[in-house]
């Protein structure tokens, strides 16, 4: 019973932390408020939660990879493809094996495949905690979608690579070669199970769905369902689970391209989806809270074996290895611009070199967050022979300073070094989208055309028929007429879109409101008043917010 009223008050936690990052008068990020929420359930709670790693491991980062897979934007991965994959590998390797170096020479006592392990461990970056930061300081969309594409692919890198790391404390040995060998089955296993699972849990689930019909909550379930599967298949053949996880959500976006799915069923998993990923963030943020004042004091006894008195030494400890990393992502950012300016002087392009500002703000923007705890917290407990694994209340403790450092600089860096930044123009997507809704009116309007003639000719009601069909092909066609105009009659048809939204969003508002007078009244039963007002709330999600 104590453990089922813990975990209750984690998750209530995690809901109070958005009403108050949504209150404070300055931006704070909201995985900060959490962590300070856990810390004070720590305090009041008999007891603290026991974690298992790999349980942990398991409830935490398929999910989340596999979310971020699904949801992050392709067109802003592929475009950028060659800035992400050289922060996203290149720096992980570099930041590994730099900071590894790093935390070995500051704490001699941490042994080097451990110190390895942390060092990779904090080099995955955490778009969720920038997102958070950019609701209140606007990041620019394209430096936003490189962070988050930087993100889905550092995750795997950085948990692969304390992956050996962890096995060379535990065995004792690392080669080289066979570490590339292993490598390369981690990742192209992982790659595969993943795309073969989200495959083969499409294809059957569309056969079962166009010979027996949907159900809503079956098709919720199998997309929760598919990012584990796809990582217990991958582990149970010695694969990447986190590359499996990933492969299958970026599998998933495509596979719901085909557009099979009921459109109920898409509304209701995107807010399924919303909640799981609302929740397992913030409890992950949460745990950490509550589990940082036994950390602390673990990590306290463990001054003494780094040859130190004072337990200020694990604040300066936290704050060297966050600006180590700091550096070493500064250095390697500006490096890979010069790189990149190099290649585009070649092809005789005249590029815009950035400011000194921006690269400054994608080195801030890059921290730490959710998957650098769930790794962390994943470091075995014991060695093979049974002794107790060396350094993990340490490591756990700099990790997670290292997230909090990283979290407190962005949210006072980023206002600054991006207040007044020149940015490169982004791209536009308006002509692109015109061309969309015009070619999907078109499509509608054929597509009521057809309908009329098989199923108005020769019926009592054809006058009907034609005189419903023309009403809402009229609506198409203005809709096309709005979109192919240019200069000043454009602006003017976006201005007359955005009047009808508002005029739409007020009369749908006006309908809620009765239709729930009516309900409360007993005008109305409560069942057919709940239908009603999901119609309305859906026309109105589908004008967006005001």
Excluded at 320 to 346: E, I, K, N
Aim: contains cysteine.
């Amino acid at each position: 019973m104590e453990t089922i009223a813990l975990v209750l008050f984690l998750l209530l936690a995690v809901v109070i932390s958005g009403t108050l990052a949504r209150m404070s008068p300055v931006p704070v990020p909201l995985p900060l408020v959490q962590i300070v929420l856990g810390a004070l359930i720590a305090l009041f709670a008999h007891s603290v939660v026991e974690l298992n790693p790999d349980i942990f491991f398991l409830l935490f980062l398929p999910p989340l990879l596999f979310l971020d897979g699904w949801r992050i934007p392709k067109e802003g991965l592929f475009r950028d493809k060659g800035t992400i994959l050289e922060l996203a590998l290149g720096l992980v390797v570099f930041t590994v094996v730099g900071v590894g170096f790093f935390i070995h020479w500051m704490i001699p006592a941490m042994p080097l495949p451990v110190a390895f392990a942390l060092a990779a461990v904090v080099s995955p970056t955490d778009p969720i905690a920038v997102s958070a930061i950019a609701n209140r300081v606007p990041i620019p969309k394209r430096l936003l979608h490189i962070l988050e594409g930087e993100s889905l692919l550092n995750d795997a890198s950085g948990l692969v690579c304390m992956r050996f790391a962890v096995a060379a404390a535990l065995t004792g040995t690392f080669s080289p070669t066979a570490a590339v060998g292993t490598f390369l089955w981690l990742a192209l296993g992982g790659i595969a199970i993943g795309i073969a699972v989200t495959w083969g849990a499409t294809v059957t689930k569309n056969w079962v769905s166009r010979h027996f019909g949907e159900e809503t909550g079956s098709q919720i379930l199998v997309s929760l369902l598919i990012p584990f599967g796809a990582y217990l298949l991958a582990e149970e053949f010695h694969c990447s689970g986190i590359l499996a996880a990933v492969a299958a959500g970026i599998s998933m976006s495509y596979a719901e391209q085909t557009g099979q799915a009921l459109p109920v069923t898409r509304v209701r998993r995107v807010a399924v989806w919303d909640l799981i990923q609302f929740s397992a963030n913030g409890i992950i943020f949460v745990l950490l809270g509550e589990q940082l004042p036994q950390i602390v004091v673990r990590a306290k006894a463990l001054v003494h074996d780094t040859g130190h008195s004072q337990a200020v030494w694990l604040a300066i400890y936290v704050i060297a290895v966050t600006v180590a990393l700091a550096a070493l992502r500064f250095a390697w950012v500006w490096a890979s611009l010069r790189f990149t300016l190099f290649r585009a002087g070649r092809r005789g392009e005249r590029p815009r070199v950035p400011s000194w500002r921006l690269i400054a703000a994608t080195s801030l923007a890059g921290v730490r967050g959710a998957i650098t705890l769930a790794g962390v917290l994943t470091l075995p407990l014991t060695l093979t022979n049974g002794a107790p694994f060396p350094g993990r209340d340490l490591a756990i403790f700099l990790a997670a300073g290292v997230i909090i450092v990283s979290l407190v600089a962005a949210s006072l860096g980023l206002p600054y070094l991006l207040k007044g930044l020149k940015l490169p123009p982004e791209p536009s997507y308006q002509e692109e989208e015109d061309h969309a809704r015009i070619a999907a009116a078109e499509a509608a309007i054929a597509a009521i055309e057809r309908a009329l003639r098989e199923r108005g000719e020769g019926r009592n009601d054809a006058d009907v028929y034609t005189d419903v069909g023309a009403r809402i092909m009229e609506l198409y066609r203005q809709r096309i007429r709005g979109r192919s105009k240019i200069g000043e009659e454009a602006i003017e048809a976006r201005m007359a879109d955005t009047i009808e939204r508002k005029l739409r969003l007020a009369g749908l508002r006006a309908e809620r409101d009765e239709l729930y007078r009516a309900t409360r009244n007993s005008e109305l039963s409560d069942e057919l008043g709940r239908r009603l007002v999901r119609e309305v709330d859906l026309q109105e999600a589908r004008f967006g917010p005001e």
